[in-house]
């Protein structure tokens, strides 16, 4: 309670402080609320607002609409708000391909763009921009992480999975990066397949000692399920997408003992993420996701930033952005030389926690990663 | 490749087929007796499947569950056939797929509304759990096994339905000739309501087994909508022959082509190129075989022409 009370003071020092200098600024947020991805959405909506109430700065203004996870439609909102409602930041954007519809265009226009979730390897690379900054990972990260700490868990002979799409090679790709042992068998799944009876046929066919899978969303929920009642009992790792708070409740304990790759977890020792996940839990009634971890450290940037330079000065502002100047929920945080945050990367471990399935860190994988692209990108 | 391997897939390949004809039987039964197109199919396998979840949730009892999930899917459609659905018998297809679609919306967000956005559990019953050893050293899930043998007997009790009770007789009648059979006495707009409610128990039914399995969510009814489509343009439409054969043919080729072709394209390609193309075209692979068989049968393997 005391480290609550310290840091809603600071927070309030800091408006304070910045209250001179400021100028309103508006954020335009879009985002996943409603159809099949809609849990993503809003707890990154709920870890952003988290911030912004506590802050409660009456210099930013937050606008937020519904992208139904639609390319097209998440197009037309960025228009909309960069054209009507005038905004000066955009963020909360969940899928990588509605990033790449979005994010080069409102650049362009000379907005800012902090992403709070996706951050595919395009914009890592050639198409990094100075006005693009992500605050969540590169998509890499999490899977390098999984890779990273696979033979340390003795996976030794993996079998990887994930769906035939270019995310899911990406994911793949990132597992193999520091992976030093074997890989067995390697296949890709139909996007949006729910029974895998086939795949697990071949795992235990296969020889491996250990899977790793990147299958987000229902996909994980299903295979999880099958994969615990068909006895293959092999141990699993994947990228904590695929086990993160909102999706493992529906895996039972099944889930328990998965290892998945994070940079944020509710365990980690700070007091920061102590204060976040003691305040999420009582305004929502539930324990935060990652996603809900990377909107509140996206606005608590955004205002850090504020607290130091008026929007109105891009170039200020921009630097302003890059020191990274907040107490983020994971602790250390810095943004390398592509606006991608170099930080410490976990493996964490499904547990139960009374009623509730939870994770708890088991090791860190990896420390100070940053930007697998950071070579291509020239700014 | 083991031969071992093979009968496993083979068997999963059953598992899905049955399931599918558990879809793929309301739906060919509300096509060949009204003639109409029911897109909310779909969402009656989710109210299945929620309906499921939720009573399990609440009692424990997976099969006090199962039971809900038949009443609530059948109750629903029951509900949608009056309101709604009977006003579009006597109009074309493309206001049937509109009205229909725009149930799905409704259920969808009636659904997300009730149970809130995030999945929902629902775990295989305790004494179903876990996999049992099968002659020849196979080690399989044991409720796997036992849907195999539900949707069996399920497809077994519906061609005694239709085969041989009144109530199938009437449906065929139906089916052949619907003013005639108006005209001699039978209350058709009963018979539909009756069909119709028979036709989402068994999406329901189908929901809340394969939710034991999968992810219980928002939307979870459109994927297995379109493959039970599939199964019902290849078996033809309103025969429940067709929807079985068609079912299993489906289930078979989809699990063995998802397995086989990327084995296959890996005697002559690098892995990881293997696994891409492989999976790409077995993803392809149930809409080839259903063009192959119209292109042979027009009308399907058990419709008429």
């Known amino acids: ?379 | 490749m083991s031969a071992m391997l093979l009968i496993e897939q083979a068997l999963n390949g059953l598992q899905y087929g049955v399931m599918l004809f558990l879809m793929a039987a309301g739906l060919t039964l509300v096509f060949g007796v009204m003639g109409l197109i029911n897109l909310a199919h779909g969402s009656l396998y989710m109210v299945g499947a929620f309906a499921c979840a939720g009573v399990a949730a609440a009692t424990g009892s997976f099969w006090l569950g199962l039971a809900a999930s038949l009443a609530a899917a059948a109750a629903a459609g029951a509900i949608v056939e009056l309101t709604v659905i009977r006003r579009l018998y006597a109009r074309d297809h493309l206001d049937q797929v509109l009205a229909t679609f725009a149930l799905i919306l409704v259920f969808s967000e009636g659904t997300r509304w009730l149970f809130g956005s995030f999945p929902l559990y629902l775990d295989i019953p305790a004494a179903l759990a876990g996999p049992i050893t099968l002659p020849g050293g196979i080690e399989y899930p044991l409720y796997r096994l036992v849907l195999i043998g539900i949707g069996l007997a399920v497809a077994a009790g519906l061609f005694w339905l239709i085969g041989a009770t009144r109530l199938g007789v009437r449906i065929r009648a139906g089916e052949a000739d619907r003013e005639m059979i108006a005209a001699l006495g039978v209350d058709i707009s009963r018979l539909y309501t009756i069909v119709f409610a028979l036709g989402a128990a068994l999406a329901g039914l189908a929901g809340a087994l394969v939710g034991a399995l999968q992810s219980v969510q928002v939307g979870m009814g459109e994927p297995v909508l379109i493959l039970a489509f599939v199964v019902i343009v290849i078996g033809g439409i309103g025969s429940i022959k067709g929807a079985l054969v068609g079912a299993i043919l489906v289930g078979l080729t989809d699990t063995l082509g998802r397995f086989l072709l990327p084995a296959a394209f890996g005697t002559f390609l690098p892995p990881s190129e293997a696994t891409s193309i492989g999976a790409a075209l077995a993803s392809m692979l149930i809409y080839i075989l259903m063009a192959a068989i119209l292109v042979i049968r027009p009308g399907g393997l058990y419709g008429r022409v």
């Open chain 1, 1 to 379: 309670m005391n480290a609550t009370k310290t840091l809603l003071a600071a927070a309030a020092a800091l408006v304070t402080a910045g209250a001179a200098l400021a100028e309103p600024v508006k954020v335009g947020m879009i985002t996943t609320l409603s159809g099949g991805g809609a849990s993503l959405g809003l707890d990154t909506r709920d870890g952003f607002m988290l911030a912004v109430k506590q802050a409660n700065n009456p210099d930013l203004e937050v606008v937020i609409e519904d992208d139904q996870r639609k390319p097209d439609i998440a197009v037309q909102l960025a228009d909309k708000m960069i054209q009507s409602d005038k905004v000066d930041v955009l963020t909360g954007i969940v899928w990588s391909n509605l990033a790449m519809a979005v994010v080069p265009a409102a650049t362009a226009q000379g907005k800012f763009y902090l992403s709070t979730n996706a951050a595919p390897s395009a914009l890592a690379g050639k198409g990094c921009n100075p006005n693009y900054f992500s605050v969540s990972y590169q998509n890499d990260n999490l899977h390098e992480a999984a890779g990273a700490y696979a033979a340390t868990a003795g996976i030794t002979k993996a079998f990887i999975m994930a769906p035939n799409y270019p995310a899911g090679k990406d994911s793949l790709t990132g597992f193999k990066r520091f992976y030093e042992g074997e890989v067995v068998g390697e296949v890709y799944t139909k996007l949006g397949q729910t029974d895998y009876a086939g795949e697990i046929a071949q795992i235990r066919a296969s020889g491996a000692d250990g899977v790793f899978i990147f299958l987000p969303g229902g996909m994980g929920i299903s295979f999880v399920k099958q994969y615990a009642d068909s006895g293959v009992g092999l141990p699993l790792i994947g990228p904590a997408f695929s086990f993160d708070q909102s999706i493992i409740q529906a895996m039972g304990d099944s889930a328990l003992g998965v290892l998945n790759g994070a940079n944020w977890s509710p365990d980690l020792d700070n007091a920061a993420n102590a204060t976040f996940v003691e305040t999420f839990s009582a305004e929502y009634g539930r324990l935060p996701s990652v996603y809900a971890s990377y909107g509140y450290d996206t606005a608590n940037l955004l205002l850090s930033a504020m607290a130091k330079a008026s929007v109105a000065d891009a170039d200020a502002f921009r630097a302003a952005l890059k020191e990274a100047d907040f107490d983020s929920v994971r602790g250390k945080f810095a943004f390398g030389p592509s606006n991608h945050p170099v930080q410490d990367l976990y493996v964490r471990e499904v547990v139960r926690d009374g009623d509730i399935l939870t994770n708890r860190i088991v090791g860190t994988a990896m420390e100070d990663r940053g930007n697998a692209y950071e070579g291509e990108c020239k700014m």
